[in-house]
């Protein structure tokens, strides 16, 4: 008893979302051994029973029983070791504000076989993927209810520890991410005397995040400096449109803010580290680097498909091969995730695709040592055309009217992407009791350049949150990690193209039309940094444009011989991405790895266009016009 | 000056979402009308410049900016009358709580030309389509933060209207609807001194929800006799997954609760009464019956279709007539919404479909004047089985394996689910520059008895909030109230069937395996009343099953011999209505008319099947197994 030292085992543990019984075999697995290593405490993620992103679910009063029920099992197992996790809370004497079962996201602590407290969430994400006060109840709302200041409200748990009565500061999630909020429950809980602080999260990757997190620590412990435990948790969670990452990057922090320690990335363990103890490890800062943002996509992308195909117990993967960009990275990943025999790679020419791509598209499958077949689309193309253009419609009005259909380019270009999307792919995936995936990138998915029923369709699209500059490199990133390169030098000299018309022939250099250094950082300052044309002519008038979006010098140049053409251009994309949301609506989940992916993620609404009466302006004085 | 009357116009305008230039307009407009009839006052819904369901829209900046400066309009043409609308409002030096500008969902108050009031939203809706704590600050944390009681914060508005002081409660729709809050900014407002009340609302259609309304109102105005005032829009809004239906209902009530005036649904209008006169006009109570439910949810239905289309400014659409109830009902609700000459029946045969229904499909066609083609798919079919079963995969990793895909009689079915859908329909939408529908229904989207890139297709799904009886029951509806029958007598004999395979001939009374008497009660218990397969057992052992799902007497017992099988069912259904979502995911939008709709009114994750622990106890109750 004479050390002050508590030993600590953070568990970063796989989250299954919707499993409570899964995830309390786990949990008491790990106390299980947390006991024979002589842990004092053993800390769990936000959630770690329930799983966080459950959607509505959170009103299904049986199963919120179900999962309160598994808390007797932990406190049961506790013992004489504190045990820290997450669960949800309901409240049956009070009902929530959507009239069902009050529910509350709650850090529970159990010691020697007891309940001994529980803390509700104070503050409430509701942006992105976050939807926390549709599901929860804060203890903000619940401390304005009690008519008690939120200071008083957020008081550290007090219990004895090996003999030492400690303070102890337990707050969930977004409580450490208070910068945008009125208050700051981690330094409220700390001017009540919090002696080290448990952060306990279920917090999804996004790209450089981590680092955030580091700097955010480090403030709140300038004034206050205690140790500070992060515990998140691995695994993937959904909400449907999108599948996000957990990568875990539990952490222990010394009172200065400095790394103590930190758990692999997407690996499942606990975390062992003392505090109050004299220990002095520090773990390195990570560094910040493209090379190192690269690893951390490439990654989570593995990770993420894999893991996605577990949870739908698919065993077999089907996938378009064009001999383009896109369809190859795809088909890399799927065959590093999942492994090369689970993989189905499908060529489908029709008269339009070049020997090239044929070509790529083979020499790549032969690369992965995936399964390949060729299905040209050609016959059943020309029957659907003939049918379609002997089909007349009569009115039966009376009138005796009638129409005969005519198919015009864009309408047969249209028919080869579902004959190869609707017809073939998901004929293969249903032969082989498999799946097939949506090769589409976030450039195209921004302007709805992809056929509905066609290369939409998918039950995942791994990749549709990459800018097509980013899928290049990406790839250029992989084959330099790659023993020999995987993308053939081929790949990066043709223009992308579709290939559905003699207008989008490679071999006259001719493909999709967009300007990718200029299209892909006009699309993220929609998408991600929500800015409108008015935000874009602003900047390109007062000069930051390139800065700003990060566009490369003479980019701008190379495309727009003038302001009109730049407005046209402008005005053709707003219009294309409000638009194109229709095609949205119907396409598949896509693992988010931006600030902001399609989906779940980005919400958007049929609303049609509108251009601001400023842009209306801005615009008039560009083109000098009265 | 001697009256003590006001005046008061209740404009029930139609708000289009995310035109506020729109919007402005009408407003402008409507308020030149009032002037003119000598009002004291005109009211305007809630968001009625940008609209309200906008989704992450409300994080541009620019056009909130943008909506904002209309403000200056209203406030310019305000005069001596006083106008009260709603619009966004914005807070540049402080964050919202997602990083962004802060905004709010608010009351203006414009008079002689200069804005003299603001009020912000105090209860915040975020349940089915609702999230404005997502988007929006509201009134309970800007009191919070400025240490105010939410009581001394809610002051009613004082102003001078015809040389009389007046104090004027002004609110926003969830602020009435205060029940399962803890504060009731109504009831507040009024101990606040308020002398009547103006809530503007911006308020879907559901289910007798006015009639809810009537009541909340009378319970409100119990203990404070004074004038209320209700104005609501007109229009349809919609957050991509879900279409939802604004009828107005605007409404004026007596001190006493009593209805003075109601505007009719869907009809744009100023309703003007008056207040502190002695008008003892009195408008009845609205009635409740099945056949005034039937007749709203026809007019809603219609005015949905009518008005998206118009919204995605599609001129024409594609229909596929199978001759089964759910496409005939479409096919009807279509040409009556647009008009006969805009719809385009397509009958798509295989060798499985029935002389009965082609011969309806047919039929049903010329009884509505519509378009009409007949487009067989078995040649189509019959390339694609011949060139999938002669597929080979070859493995590219060395080993010379060899993959032939064979197809079993489900595959079978989806491919000439697809080739319709896929294929046929959209292959004629495109020539045609029209959209198509789905024409699914709420009890197989439930469970995915549909084919996902086949009948799953479409821009809209107009029926697929209404359970299968619901359908046959709208159908009989609406051969009563048409001059002569719309639906042959043979279309409700027949049993549903997908006639995909010999497995499902209608002439030998096969169809779709579901007991709809029971399953669509089933269903809904899932969907509406969030209840588990645990509450289903629940309610069976404890025999209340029948009454609380409103399961007609006998129906269990025709359909389950025992227990076992019931229970096989229950497990069936709930496994087949979790994993479903996968095909939801990518089903196009849908009309909101029943307390949960699917889509982004009810949100779901893939998390697979759970059963909880009590409910595996009870099974093994019910079947008797230690």
């Known amino acids: 008893m004479s050390s002050q030292k508590l030993k600590i085992a953070a568990c970063q543990m796989k989250v299954v979302p919707g499993h409570p019984d899964i995830n309390t075999k786990k949990i008491i697995t790990c106390i299980r051994e947390a006991k024979e290593n002589g842990d004092d405490i053993i800390i769990f993620p936000e959630m770690a029973i329930p799983g ?8 299904n009063e049986a199963f919120l029983v179900d999962c309160l029920s598994y808390n007797e099992d932990i406190v049961h197992a506790s013992g004489d070791i504190m045990v820290v996790w997450g669960n949800v809370d309901i409240d049956k004497n009070h009902p929530g504000e959507d009239g069902r079962i009050r529910r509350f996201n709650t850090a529970f602590v159990a010691q020697n076989g007891e309940m001994i407290g529980k803390f509700y969430k104070t503050l409430h994400p509701d942006y992105r993927e976050f939807d926390d006060d549709r599901y929860f109840y804060s203890a903000r709302k619940l401390a304005q209810d009690e008519k008690i200041p939120i200071k008083d409200f957020l008081q550290p748990l007090q219990t004895e520890i090996n003999g030492k009565h400690r303070k102890i500061g337990i707050t969930l999630c977004e409580d450490m991410w208070s910068q945008d909020y009125s208050i700051s429950p981690i330094d409220l809980i700390l001017e009540n005397g919090a002696e080290f602080i448990i952060n306990i999260s279920c917090s999804p990757w996004t790209w450089r995040k981590n680092n955030k997190r580091h700097q955010v620590v480090r403030e709140h412990l300038k004034n206050h400096p205690v140790p500070f435990i992060y515990v998140n948790n691995i695994g993937i969670q959904n909400n449907g449109k999108n599948i996000f990452l957990f990568e875990g990057n539990t952490t222990f922090y010394h009172p200065d803010g400095s790394l103590y320690k930190i758990a692999k990335s997407y690996e499942e363990c606990s975390l062992r580290g003392s505090i109050f103890s004299e220990e002095k ?8 680097s493209k090379k190192i943002d690269h690893e ?3 990654q989570g992308l593995l990770y993420g498909i894999k893991n996605f195909f577990k949870s739908i117990k698919a065993e077999k993967v089907v996938i378009g091969l064009s001999g383009g960009v896109d369809s190859s990275l795809s088909a890399y990943l799927l065959a590093k995730a999942l492994g090369p025999d689970r993989v189905f790679g499908v060529n489908m020419p ?3 695709n070049s ?3 044929k070509d790529i598209a083979r020499k790549l499958a032969e690369k992965l040592g995936i399964y390949y077949a060729i299905i040209p689309i050609q016959e059943a193309y020309d029957f659907t055309e003939k049918q379609l253009e002997s089909t007349q419609f009569e009115s039966l009005d009376g009138s005796e009217d009638k129409i005969n259909l005519e198919l015009d380019t864009l309408d047969k270009e249209n028919i080869q992407a579902r004959d190869r999307g609707g017809r073939v792919l998901a004929g293969i995936a249903s032969a082989l009791n498999a799946v097939f995936v949506n090769n589409g990138n976030k450039s195209e998915t921004a302007i709805g350049y992809a056929t509905l029923y066609g290369d939409i369709n998918g039950a995942l699209a791994p990749i549709a949150d990459l800018y097509k500059n980013e899928i290049y490199s990406l ?3 992989i084959n330099e990690i790659e023993e020999k390169p995987i993308f053939p030098k081929k790949l990066f000299e043709i223009p992308p193209s579709a290939e559905l018309s003699a207008e989008q022939n490679i071999e006259e250099g001719k493909g999709d039309p967009l300007y990718f250094p200029y299209h ?12 409108d044309p008015e935000d874009i002519l602003e900047m390109y008038i007062d000069g930051s444009l390139l800065e700003k979006l990060k566009i490369e010098e003479g980019v701008i140049e190379t495309y727009f011989e003038n302001n009109e053409k730049l407005i046209l251009d402008l005005e053709d994309k707003w219009r294309k991405f409000k638009i194109s949301y229709f095609k949205r609506i119907q396409a598949p989940p896509i693992i988010a790895v931006s600030r902001r992916a399609f989906g779940f993620d980005l919400r958007e609404s049929q609303n049609g266009v509108h251009f601001t009466r400023r842009y209306q302006k801005l615009k008039k004085r560009l083109l000098k016009i009265d």
Chains 1, 2 share one sequence.
């Open 281 to 288: 490890e520090v773990h390195e800062n990570p560094l910040l």
């Open 475 to 477: 790839c250029r990133h």
């Open 355 to 357: 020997e090239i791509t």
């Open 296 to 298: 951390e996509l490439l």
């Open 520 to 531: 892909d950082k006009l699309f993220r300052a929609f998408i991600e940094f929500r800015l």
């Open 350 to 352: 029709s008269q339009y």
């Open 52 to 59: 966080y992103l459950l959607s509505d679910e959170w009103e």
